[in-house]
């Protein structure tokens, strides 16, 4: 098939039903199907997804798939068998599968139905499934989440190391697809490291959302207080509070249910009944807030959460980008309130000091880039774009969004724990 021949267009409209590409789709699409490893950078809801499954549908052979979660890997073979008429189109190969499901797996690929298999890169390693991958036809290797690679991504998987070694063995010359949403320089050099493939086409959507709006403030012990002043000012309106214990997240919780503010509790020491009841009753307005740990968010797809606080810094900046991410994602207003005090990068840095020496130099750089944040006095977007080796210029879209632009000179300095009102 040639690029000229193929109309791109009608093929996302034939498989998906979609009438426009998002962002890069287009460009990373034809690099993928002209056989060129490549690499793409989007936030969260970028639309990485498509940008492999539509070329593993119109391309000849297999597309091995690999993504850290089973119920990743799980939504979406069943989206995508959703829109054929032939279930065997997408497959998920891992070890709780039963022979009889493993020889299906086998069957459909070899006779050209599956058209994307999915693997944890557990069941990768595998040498019956090296084995047999090596005897049929492989169009490419796509890795989701690829900043799993990296030590200095949020979510290292040691076993994420050995896939360029694995596909190396199925097959010469298998295009790779890298794809991330992280998008530190540190994170993207590993990856194309790791991967071994320099020579990829890069694609980077920017990262700038400029419909939220970043403000920090002093943490002082009437934070909660704080809290339920903004809460009230925002009254009707649906907010995400972060948490770093449970104990703090049942805690907040009660004291809003007192002040009168309609808030529920979420983490993972909740039993699940109750935590899909709180998750459910926060998605379909039951109540405007929810206060949580980090547990409560991936997958989250509300589209008009209003306001992020954190009680508590995150310990990182990736982290803080992809939480207050979950904020205005219908393209209205959002909110990303964050309150600092130094005393919780202590306390952070004391959670760490148990680990191993080189996890403790990482987290400990995280961290430090967290406090430069908390106490830069210039724009915050700014900070971030720039953590993510993005250059924002002054009169970038969402500029003004930001407390350090709108009221210059306000600096929250470490010292300066206690605020007198
Ligand atoms: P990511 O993996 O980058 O976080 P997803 O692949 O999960 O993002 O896609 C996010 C959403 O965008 C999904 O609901 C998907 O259906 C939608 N989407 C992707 N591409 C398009 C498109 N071309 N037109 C409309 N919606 C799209
Ligand atoms: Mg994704």
């Not at 798939?65 to 073979?77: C, D, G, T, Y």
């Not at 595998?126 to 979510?155: P, Q, Y």
């Not at 009660?254 to 935590?275: E, F």
């Not at 006095?377 to 250059?391: A, C, T």
Request: hydrophobic share 40%; proline share 4%.
């Amino acid at each position: 098939m040639s690029l000229v021949e193929i109309d791109l267009y009608k093929e996302l409209k034939k498989h998906f039903g979609f009438g426009q590409f998002k962002g890069l789709q287009e460009e990373v699409i034809k690099s993928i199907i002209s056989n060129k490893n490549t690499f793409v950078v989007m936030p969260t809801g970028g639309g990485k997804s498509l940008c492999y499954q539509l070329p593993a549908l119109m391309t000849e052979g297999t597309a091995i798939i690999v993504s850290p979660l089973i119920a990743l890997m799980k939504n979406q073979v069943d989206a995508l068998r959703g829109i054929s008429s032939q279930d065997g189109i997408a497959h998920v190969l891992n070890s709780s599968l039963t022979k009889a499901e493993i020889r299906q797996v086998k069957e459909d690929i070899t006779n050209k139905v599956t058209k994307l298999l999915y693997v944890a890169p557990e069941s990768l390693t595998k040498e019956e499934n090296v084995e047999f991958l090596r005897t049929v036809k492989i169009s490419f290797m796509a890795v989701d989440e690829a900043h799993c690679i990296s030590e200095w991504g949020h979510d290292f998987r040691p076993e994420y190391r050995n896939l360029k070694s694995i596909i190396g063995k199925i097959g010469d010359n298998i295009p790779i697809i890298g794809l991330t949403a992280t998008a530190t320089p540190k994170v993207q050099e590993d990856i194309l490291k790791n991967l071994g493939m320099s020579d990829a086409k890069t694609f980077k959507a920017s990262f700038n959302r400029p419909n939220l709006y970043y403000e920090v403030r002093p943490k002082t012990k009437n934070v909660d207080a704080d809290i339920i002043r903004f809460v009230k000012q925002n009254d009707g309106k649906s907010g995400i509070i972060y948490c770093l214990s449970r104990k703090r997240v049942e805690e907040l919780a009660q004291v809003l249910q007192v002040n009168g503010v309609n808030a529920v509790p979420y983490h993972a020491g909740l039993d699940p009944k109750k935590r899909a009841k709180h998750q459910d009753m926060f998605l379909m307005e039951d109540c405007e807030v929810v206060v949580a740990t980090i547990a409560f968010g991936m997958g989250i797809d509300k589209p008009d959460v209003r306001f992020v606080i954190h009680h508590d810094i995150p310990k990182s900046i990736e982290s803080y980008y992809q939480e207050t991410g979950r904020a205005g994602r219908d393209g209205g207003e959002g909110h990303c309130l964050a309150f600092y005090s130094y005393k919780d990068i202590e306390k952070l840095e004391k959670f760490m000091s148990g680990k191993p020496v080189a996890e403790q130099e990482i987290g400990h750089a995280l961290l430090q880039e967290v406090v430069a944040y908390a106490e830069t006095s210039i724009s915050r977007r700014k900070f971030i774009l720039h953590y993510f080796g993005e250059e924002f210029p002054d009169d970038g879209e969402g500029a003004e969004m930001d407390d350090n632009v709108r009221f210059p000179k306000k600096k929250v300095e470490a010292q300066d724990q206690v605020v007198k009102l």
